[in-house]
């Protein structure tokens, strides 16, 4: 199970972290990744994040904003977004799978998601 937390509302140019903590089993031999789905559109990459080899992903849209990483200790990933804009807003949700090691091959693989958060709303308003 994949619990999330960190949504919320947020003015454009703020920040948030979103929170991903793994229950029943560790992220030690999975991939995490961040997805969202805005109103009206398929559901998107955001970043993805490799136990496995500390590797990282980041779509185009929030590359140089966002940072992926993991606590150990916490089995928690967190999504760090920077210099929010209005098209982040979308419900995020959090998935993993061990199909691979590899951070950029989950992130253009949605479908072998194995496991899936319950999604969280983020709004950026003024």
């Known amino acids: 199970q994949l619990v999330e937390s960190g949504g919320g509302s947020v003015q454009p140019g703020g920040s948030l972290r979103l929170s991903c903590t793994a229950s029943g089993f560790k992220f030690d031999y999975y991939v995490i990744g961040w997805f969202r789905q805005a109103p009206g559109k398929e559901r998107e990459v955001v970043s993805c994040?490799?136990?496995?080899?500390?590797?990282?992903y980041y779509a185009d849209s929030v590359k140089g904003r966002s940072t992926i990483y993991r606590d150990n200790a916490k089995n928690t990933v967190y999504l760090q977004m920077n210099a929010l804009k209005s098209e982040d807003t979308a419900v995020y949700y959090c998935?993993?799978?061990?199909?691979?090691?590899?951070?950029?091959?989950?992130?253009?693989?949605?479908?072998?998601?194995?496991?899936w958060g319950e999604g969280h709303q983020v709004s950026v308003s003024l």
């Open positions: 998935g993993t799978a061990s199909f691979t090691a590899s951070a950029r091959i989950l992130c253009i693989m949605e479908h072998r998601v194995s496991f």
């Open positions: 994040f490799s136990s496995l080899d500390g590797t990282t």
